[in-house]
């Protein structure tokens, strides 16, 4: 897998929602996307069994000809807040994900600059067995650990030129003229994308039943940064999509709501409770937007504006929380593939 700067890497979560967005995307967005997805756990299924029918999932969802990155960790030991202790990998975790990957998958495994000797043995395992290389996912504060990031490619026996570098800011805006400099061995990775997610966690506190929009400040970093020639070299883009950097939300008590990405901003509408028989207000919010035609950019642009067309109309259904979110997600990465194929 080899791309430039030209070339999008949605990081996705590895639940239904996401992996019908997947499944749905034709050709002619594809060819610009590679996607980052990290494995989810599940409430009760031992780890065997459901990274087996995940990625049985994803399988027929994106194939087994094309590759794919995979992170492992929220299947870590520790508690989804534990996010640092989890950094540190897992070596039962990672072999169990990775050689169960490799019947279905042509997966590149993501390995962190934390991780313990015991974990990347057993990165250095799949990179040897399968001969795909790896994606080093660092965020900026471990742009100074040169001689770090160096032990960890050689306890892997790699060289960068067959690692993918991921700078991943997570929450927070792109800052690329100051870091693109202090990336080692910048000039030596297969590829280099940079990240944010700044969607946020939670839409509590946002006023019910009508249309706010909240500035995509991830993708206004990236843009800004890499029109001209300013940086030595220019990362691919990637983010969050329309979820935030966070762990896998796990249940919950959600709302009705629909994010649905423009070129500056996200347009976010909120409802009531689904618990509390809500659900049925879909209707009208696909509606609204269907109705906003400098917005909704038609039945045609993605599978899910598809979806959002038909649930507008009578006599359909309002949707359910999980297919709300494929919506969103389908709708989004087909239009950032297209922007940033498209850049200067």
């Given at each position: 897998?080899d791309f430039?700067?030209?070339?999008?890497?949605?990081?996705?979560k590895?639940?239904m929602?996401?992996?019908?967005?997947l499944?749905?995307?034709?050709?002619?967005?594809?060819?610009?996307?590679?996607?980052?997805?990290e494995?989810?756990?599940?409430?009760?299924?031992?780890?065997g069994?459901?990274?087996?029918?995940?990625?049985?999932?994803?399988?027929?969802a994106?194939?087994?000809?094309?590759?794919?990155?995979?992170?492992?960790?929220?299947?870590?030991?520790?508690?989804?807040?534990?996010?640092?202790?989890?950094?540190?990998?897992?070596p039962s975790a990672i072999?169990?994900?990775?050689?169960?990957?490799?019947?279905?998958?042509?997966?590149i495994?993501?390995?962190r600059?934390a991780?313990?000797?015991?974990?990347?043995?057993?990165?250095r395992?799949?990179i040897e067995k399968?001969?795909?290389?790896?994606m080093?996912?660092?965020r900026p504060?471990?742009l100074n650990?040169?001689?770090?990031i160096a032990?960890?490619?050689?306890s892997l026996?790699?060289?960068?030129?067959e690692?993918h570098?991921?700078?991943?800011y997570?929450?927070d805006?792109?800052?690329l003229?100051?870091?693109v400099?202090?990336?080692?061995?910048?000039?030596?990775?297969?590829?280099?994308?940079?990240?944010?997610?700044?969607?946020p966690?939670?839409?509590?506190?946002?006023?019910?039943?009508?249309?706010h929009k909240?500035?995509?400040?991830?993708w206004?970093?990236?843009?800004a940064a890499t029109?001209g020639?300013?940086?030595s070299?220019?990362p691919?883009?990637?983010d969050?999509?329309?979820?935030d950097?966070?762990?896998?939300?796990?249940?919950g008590?959600?709302?009705?709501n629909?994010r649905y990405?423009r070129e500056?901003?996200?347009?976010v509408?909120?409802?009531?409770?689904v618990?509390?028989?809500?659900?049925?207000q879909?209707?009208?919010?696909?509606k609204?937007?269907?109705?906003?035609?400098?917005?909704?950019d038609?039945?045609?642009?993605?599978?899910g504006d598809?979806e959002?067309?038909?649930t507008?109309q009578?006599?359909?259904g309002?949707?359910n929380?999980?297919?709300?979110?494929k919506?969103?997600?389908?709708?989004h990465?087909?239009?950032?593939?297209?922007?940033?194929?498209?850049h200067?």
């Open positions: 897998m430039g700067h030209r070339h999008y890497v949605p990081i996705l590895t639940k929602g996401e992996r019908w967005a499944s749905h995307l034709d050709e002619s967005t594809i060819k610009y996307l590679s996607p980052l997805l494995l989810h756990p599940h409430k009760k299924n031992p780890i069994t459901h990274v087996e029918e995940t990625c049985e999932a994803l399988e027929a994106w194939g087994n000809e094309r590759e794919l990155f995979l992170d492992t960790l929220w299947l870590h030991q520790g508690k989804k807040s534990e996010q640092l202790h989890k950094e540190q990998g897992d072999r169990t994900c990775l050689d169960c990957a490799r019947l279905h998958l042509q997966a495994p993501v390995v600059l991780y313990k000797e015991s974990s990347r043995e057993e990165v395992s799949a399968d001969g795909r290389g790896y080093l996912r660092l504060s471990e650990s040169k001689e770090l032990g960890l490619l050689k026996k790699v060289a960068p030129e690692g570098l991921l700078l991943d997570r929450k805006q792109m800052n003229a100051f870091d400099p202090r990336v080692p061995f910048l000039k030596q990775w297969r590829t280099f994308t940079s990240a944010s997610g700044v969607f966690r939670s839409l509590v506190g946002f006023a019910l039943n009508k249309w909240i500035e995509r400040a991830d206004a970093g990236w843009d029109v020639k300013d940086l070299r220019k691919a883009f990637a969050y999509t329309t979820r950097p966070g762990a896998p939300v796990d249940g008590s959600p709302s009705v629909l990405a500056e901003n996200w347009l509408r909120v409802g009531g409770k618990k509390e028989g809500a659900s049925s879909m209707k009208q919010v696909c609204s937007l269907v109705s906003m035609t400098d917005e909704y038609g039945p045609e642009f993605s599978a598809n959002i067309f038909n507008a009578p006599k359909t309002p949707g929380p999980g297919q709300w979110v919506w969103g997600v389908s709708h990465m087909v239009l950032v593939a297209a922007a940033v194929s498209a200067t």
